[in-house]
């Protein structure tokens, strides 16, 4: 493959990533016309002269002419998917295409054609030293948030280790329970401090920082932004509890609570796996074998789609974790049964350390909080955004694809 120069290679993801945005704005199953194409490429060329790229809309039949060393976008279709490829001609008839779905790869002219509909943009490189500008990172967490997430992981702290103090030492369940509340408590209200600065960062800033046309991949885009702020906060302050948690379990925890709250873990985490691997929630999930051949793009993008279209899919994401949890105290319980010296006090305070062991590894799992705390929160703001929409300047909507988002809903 050939090699691309440091300049190359801004360029490239710089157009890619602002002219990738465009293919979803129509729907997956469905051939654009020559008309939206042509207005797609002209919204696609304002947003390129915004980073200081000159481009040109050009005609399938001009493809030939094309100059070596100029970059072209073109819009293919693959297995009815509608996706801009970003095109470098090098000799002959082969193409150097970097595709956001598949990668680089290497096609000829006549395989081009055959995939190519519309119209393409030529994008003029200057000597092929093109400076992006980059656009300003927006400020996602104040000072009051994060002081916040500090204070709330230093309760958890504290709390944890008067949780396992009292119940390592025999203490009354009462103050198991008291610590383990306080505990839980302060990682809920983490989460509602997360998803306040997420909510209010995308209804409020989200729409001017792109300034595209919004559809589901602008959100994420502006969640993924978001998240960067979030996870690097969050991430470390998770951690340091944990370990100060699991400094405490390993010098103070007997053996018996050990294995106990170990058997039950490996279980919450077995059964998940199993659900996760087997079961399809009708979510909007395809099947595993389908995920394998598919990109993580498109598999995202069908996720999704199918998200916003029914209120049992709230449930039904939580339905594994809830699911592994009744069946793993359903198991433990029916150990502890069967031992001669059964204490109610006693498998109560385990039970509700272990869940509560569960509950928290779920919390700090990276799939768990960056995806489906993100999905949650799309599900609840959804119907918010049409309202949205509907007030701002007819700038916003671009080639026509606000107008259809408002016919649909």
Known sequence: MMMLQ???????????RESYRFCYSFKRNDYLTLSEMKNNLLS???ELAKLGVKSKGVAIEDFNSIPEKTGFIAQLTRNKINHF???????GDKWLVYDPAYGYLWMRENELKEEMTGRGLLVYQNDNKVKIKKKARPEVLNKSTTLCLGLMALI???????FLYSFNNNTHWIYSFASLGVFLLSALFTMWVNSNALKTFVLNKSIPYQNLCFNQTAFEDSVKVVNEELSYENGILNKFTFLVLASVMAFNMNYYIAIYFGVGVLLFLAMRMIL????????????????????DIVKEEMFLSVWNKSNLCLLLSYLPNLLCIVLTC???????????NFSLDYFLSNLVFLVGSILYIIRIDDDFSKKDKV?????????KFDEILEKKEEKWYHNGVGKETKNES
């Open 6 to 16: 440091e300049d190359e290679k801004s360029c490239f993801k710089a157009v890619v």
């Open 44 to 46: 696609m060329r304002n």
């Open 85 to 91: 490829v970003f095109l470098k001609k090098k000799k």
């Open 156 to 162: 958890r702290c504290v709390t944890g280790v008067l």
């Open 276 to 295: 996760n691997r087997f079961i399809d929630l009708k979510r909007g999930r395809i099947s595993y074998e389908e995920n394998k051949m598919r990109s």
């Open 330 to 340: 359903a198991f433990l319980a029916l150990i502890s049964f069967m031992q001669n």
């Open 375 to 383: 999905k949650m929160l799309m599900f609840k703001c959804g119907p």
